[in-house]
C-alpha cells in the first residue's frame, strides 16, 4: 500500500467538523445538563400552601379604649398621675446549660408618692440586644406613672447570638426579675405583670409555665406559632409585599425547611404553642401595618389557647398606622411615637386587672385585623435537602477558592514569562484559554446578578419590617427572569465548549483506535505520524493551563448547582 503523506494525514487530522456535526454533539450535552440541573430544581422544591388568604377578623368596634364597671368607686390612676423616680439594680444570670453568667443590670422606675402595695411589670426585649437604658422608656415610665413599680433589664444573652438564644435560660433571667420586685417592700407580689414584645414573647411562653403566680401579661406582635412558622410567614409575606418575583419567594421554601438541629440551633422549632402561656389575663396589642406577625390567626389561637386554660379574659387592640413595635412612622428613625390611644388603653386596662374589675368595652376592637397568607405549618426539618443543600455550596466555595488560587499562581506565572519573554505560562490550545475566561466571567456575573437581587429583596423586606414604604419592585421582580435565561445560555455555551473539547481530542485520535482496513496494516510512519498528533496538546501544552480550566469548569458548573438548588431551573 502507498504511505500516507505527513502533509495529508495532518490535513485529513485537522479537519474541523461540520456545523451540523457540531450541533450533534453539543445538544444532548446541553439536554443532559440542563437535565441535571432542572432536576436538582424540582427535588429541592418544598411544596407550599398559601391558603386561605386574606383572612380578617372584623372588630365590633373601631374605638379602642378600655374601660370597667367599678360600682364600688375605686380610685383608678391614670398615665402621668405620678412623677417617676429611677434606680439601678444589678444581678448575675446564669446559663444553666453552659455555666456562662451575666451581670445585668436593672432600671427600676417608681412612681413617686404612691403609697401601699403597688403592682409591678417586668419587661421583656424583642429581638436584637436592648439594654436597661435604652429599651421600653417611654412605655415603662408611663406605667410607672400610673402607679406601677417597672423593671427594664439588660436583655440576657450571654454568649449567645440571635440563631442560638437560649430561651429557657432567658425565662429565668426574667422570673429572677419578676422575684426581685416580690421582694420589694413597696410591691404586691401577687399583681406582678409582663410586658412582652415579639421574640420575648417565646420566652414569655417559659415564664409562665414555671411561674404560676405572674398576674397579668401585655403582648406587642405577639409570635405564637414556632419561630419556623413564624420567621417563614415574616418572609413569605414580605418577600410578596416588596413585589419580589415568585422565584425569590420560593426560597424562603427552602430555607425554613432547613435541619437547623444539624448546626446544633435547637430554637427554630420550639413549642411555645401552650395553653399556660395564656392562662392570665391577657392584653394582645397589634398595628394595622405590622408585616412581621400572623394577627388573624395569632388572634384566634390565643383565644383558643386561653379558653382552653379556663381564660376568658382576653383582650385584644389592633391600632390603624401603627408598625410591630406599635409606633407610627418608620422605626429606623429615632423618637417615632407609639399608636395614638395605645398608651393610654394600655394603661387603663393594666389598673383594671391589678384592681379585679369587670372589662365593660369590647375585648376585640381598633381596625379590622388583617392576614394575607396562612402561616406555613405544613413547614418542618428536611435533613436530606440540608445536607445536600451543605454539600452544593461548599463544593461550590472550595472549587472557587481553588480556582482563585490558581488563577493567581496562573498570573505570577505569566508575568514571569512576560519578564523572562519565554513561551506561554499556561499554553491554552484551540483557543480554550479566551472561552474559558468568557463562561467563568458570564456565571459569575449572572451569580452577581443573583446576590444583588436577593440583596435589594432583604433590604426592601427591612424596610417594610421598621414601617417604611414598599417601592416599585423594579430589578426584585426582572432579575430572575433575566437570571434563568442567563443561565440557560451559559448551560448551552458549556455544552459547546464540552463539545469542541470533544471535536479536538477525536482529531486528535484520542477517542478512537486507529488501526488500518481489513487486511491492511498501518506503517511505522504512519504509526509516528499518529502519535505525533496524540501528542498534541487539546486543553493546554501545561499541566498549570489544565489544571486551572478542569477546576474552573468544576466550580462555575457547581455555581449552576447552587441556582438549581434554589430553583432557578423551575420554568
Known amino acids: 500500500m502507498s504511505p500516507v503523506s505527513n502533509d495529508e494525514y495532518t490535513a485529513k487530522a485537522s479537519r474541523p467538523w461540520s456545523r451540523s456535526r457540531r450541533l450533534m454533539v453539543s445538544l444532548p450535552i446541553f439536554i443532559m445538563m440542563i437535565g441535571i440541573l432542572t432536576s436538582v430544581s424540582h427535588i429541592t ?18 374605638d379602642t379604649s378600655v374601660s370597667f364597671s367599678n360600682p364600688d368607686q375605686v380610685h383608678l390612676s391614670k398615665k402621668g398621675d405620678y412623677k417617676v423616680k429611677e434606680h439601678h439594680e444589678w444581678f448575675t444570670a446564669t446559663q444553666e446549660s453552659t455555666g456562662d453568667k451575666q451581670r445585668i443590670s436593672m432600671l427600676i422606675r417608681e412612681p413617686v408618692g404612691a403609697s401601699g402595695k403597688l403592682p409591678a411589670v417586668v419587661f421583656m426585649h424583642g429581638a436584637g440586644y436592648g439594654t436597661s437604658d435604652n429599651s421600653f422608656g417611654d412605655v415603662a415610665n408611663d406605667l410607672s406613672s400610673t402607679g406601677f413599680v417597672t423593671v427594664v433589664i439588660d ?21 429572677q426579675a419578676v422575684q426581685y420586685l416580690r421582694e420589694q417592700d413597696n410591691v404586691n407580689p401577687d399583681k406582678v405583670g409582663i410586658y412582652a414584645t415579639s421574640e420575648s414573647t417565646w420566652i414569655s411562653a417559659y415564664l409562665l409555665e414555671q411561674d404560676k403566680k405572674i398576674a397579668f401579661q401585655i403582648l406587642l ?3 405564637v406559632n414556632s419561630p419556623r412558622h413564624s420567621l417563614g410567614f415574616l418572609a413569605a409575606q414580605d418577600f410578596a409585599l416588596v413585589g419580589a418575583n415568585p422565584g425569590y419567594q420560593s426560597i424562603v421554601r427552602r430555607l425554613f425547611s432547613t435541619d437547623a438541629a444539624l448546626f446544633g440551633l435547637n430554637n427554630i422549632d420550639i413549642d411555645t404553642m401552650k395553653a399556660s402561656a395564656y392562662a392570665i389575663p391577657t392584653f394582645v396589642a397589634y398595628g394595622s401595618k405590622d408585616v412581621m406577625t400572623a394577627q388573624v390567626e395569632g388572634t384566634q389561637e390565643i383565644l383558643k389557647l386561653a379558653h382552653q386554660a379556663g381564660n376568658w379574659n382576653v383582650t385584644v387592640r389592633n391600632y390603624p398606622v401603627a408598625n410591630h413595635v406599635l409606633r407610627l412612622g418608620d422605626e429606623a428613625e429615632s423618637g417615632t411615637p407609639l399608636a395614638d390611644h395605645y398608651p393610654e388603653d394600655m394603661t387603663n386596662w393594666a389598673v383594671g386587672q391589678v384592681n379585679d374589675l369587670t372589662q365593660t368595652t369590647e375585648r376585640v376592637a381598633g381596625e379590622t385585623i388583617r392576614q394575607s397568607i396562612a402561616v406555613p405549618t405544613d413547614l418542618h426539618a428536611r435533613p436530606t435537602l440540608t445536607i445536600y443543600m451543605i454539600g452544593v455550596h461548599a463544593a461550590a466555595l472550595l472549587f472557587m477558592l481553588a480556582s482563585i488560587v490558581l488563577s493567581i499562581i496562573a498570573l505570577v506565572s505569566k508575568v514571569k514569562c512576560m519578564i523572562k519573554r519565554k513561551g506561554r505560562s499556561l499554553g491554552f490550545a484551540h ?12 456565571t459569575l456575573a449572572t451569580l452577581v446578578l443573583f446576590i444583588s437581587g436577593l440583596g435589594q429583596v432583604a433590604v426592601g423586606v427591612v424596610k417594610l419590617a421598621w414601617g417604611g414604604a414598599p417601592e416599585p419592585a423594579g430589578m426584585i421582580y426582572w432579575s430572575w427572569p433575566v437570571i434563568q435565561i442567563v443561565s440557560t445560555l451559559v448551560v448551552w455555551a458549556w455544552s459547546r465548549i464540552f463539545g469542541r473539547l470533544f471535536e479536538v481530542a477525536s482529531l486528535r485520535g484520542l477517542t478512537k483506535v486507529h488501526q488500518g482496513g481489513k487486511g491492511k496494516e498501518l506503517s511505522a510512519e504512519e504509526e509516528s505520524m499518529i502519535r505525533e498528533q496524540k501528542a498534541k496538546p487539546v486543553l493546554a501544552s501545561t499541566r498549570l493551563g489544565r489544571a486551572l480550566f478542569v477546576v474552573t469548569a468544576i466550580a462555575m458548573f457547581c455555581i449552576l448547582l447552587v441556582f438549581a438548588f434554589w430553583g432557578m431551573f423551575v420554568y
Open 45 to 62: 422544591t418544598v411544596p407550599w400552601n398559601n391558603e386561605p388568604t386574606n383572612q380578617s377578623v372584623a372588630t365590633l368596634t373601631s
Open 155 to 175: 436583655k440576657p444573652v450571654w454568649n449567645t447570638s440571635d440563631l442560638t438564644r437560649d430561651y429557657p435560660a432567658s425565662a429565668k433571667a426574667y422570673e
Open 221 to 223: 406582635s405577639p409570635m
Open 431 to 442: 483557543g480554550f484559554g479566551g472561552i474559558l475566561l468568557m463562561i467563568t466571567g458570564t
